[in-house]
């Protein structure tokens, strides 16, 4: 009768006297294992604005709005929607653009603070001929480097590398599509109606 309640009580003894197994957040910060999962970060250095990692988010976490007054696309990272499944860092066609950091506290009672929200900016490439956002310079940079050479073949590439080396101003949007505007920046779709006229 009085055994178990004696093997309860050396239980607790021991309990008692031996050290914790929980960690003590959150008075001692937690370090998380190199393997975890905490809420992504974009690195600016290696992101090219593509969008991939808003297309495969699968909580739509990341907003992308491209402001053609300033010509500025932005990629804002809601941290309050994330689920923080990686999507985003595996399908980064960079393979460094965007990644999981080993943060995971957001306790915060403003859901508009600043710290929920992650942000990167990218200059917009605009089409010459219809005036709206095709892609970033970032990202056609990066394509010219993964083609080499070939990348002289394409028009948009070629002007790419002249910007490199100086500053090359957009012409007016014209009112119908001329043959010169071959030699421009321009999207998949003018450039294929040019293309056609051109020929045709």
Same mark, same amino acid.
């Given at each position: ?12 003894l021991k309990s008692l006297f031996s050290p914790a197994y929980?960690?003590?957040?959150? /008075?001692?910060?937690?370090?998380? $294992? =190199? =393997?975890?999962?905490? #809420?992504?970060?974009?690195? =600016? =250095? ?5 969008? %991939? ?5 699968? %909580?739509? &976490?990341i907003e992308i709005t491209d402001d053609l007054t300033t ?12 689920? +923080?499944?990686? +999507? ?5 066609? %960079?393979? !460094? ?10 306790? %915060? ?5 600043? !710290?929920?929200? !992650?942000?990167?900016?990218?200059? *917009? &490439?605009?089409? !010459?001929?219809?005036?709206?956002? /095709? ?6 940079? /990066? ?8 990348? #002289?073949?394409?028009?948009? *590439? *070629?002007?790419?590398? +002249? ?6 101003? *957009?012409? &007016? ?5 001329? @043959? ?7 999207? $998949?779709?003018? @450039? ?7 020929? /045709?």
């Amino acid at each position: 009768m009085f055994l178990p309640k004696l093997r309860e009580v050396t239980e607790a003894l021991k309990s008692l006297f031996s050290p914790a197994y929980t960690s003590k957040f959150p /008075f001692k910060p937690y370090v998380a $294992p =190199e =393997e975890y999962r905490g #809420y992504p970060k974009y690195y =600016e =250095e290696d992101c090219i604005g593509c969008g %991939t990692c808003a297309q495969v988010c699968p %909580t739509n &976490a990341i907003e992308i709005t491209d402001d053609l007054t300033t010509g500025i696309r932005k990629l804002v990272l809601d941290y309050t929607s994330c689920s +923080q499944c990686g +999507q985003c860092e595996e399908k980064c066609i %960079t393979g !460094e653009g965007i990644k999981l950091s080993s943060e995971y506290v957001l306790s %915060t009672p403003d859901l508009k603070a600043p !710290e929920v929200f !992650e942000t990167v900016e990218k200059e *917009l &490439a605009i089409c !010459e001929s219809c005036g709206k956002a /095709f892609a970033c310079h970032a990202h056609l940079l /990066f394509v010219k480097e993964r083609l080499g050479a070939k990348a #002289y073949a394409h028009p948009n *590439l *070629l002007i790419e590398s +002249q910007r490199q080396f100086t500053d090359l101003k *957009l012409s &007016a949007v014209k009112d119908r599509i001329r @043959r010169e505007d071959i030699i421009k920046m321009m999207c $998949p779709t003018c @450039r294929h109606k040019t293309v056609v006229a051109d020929e /045709f």
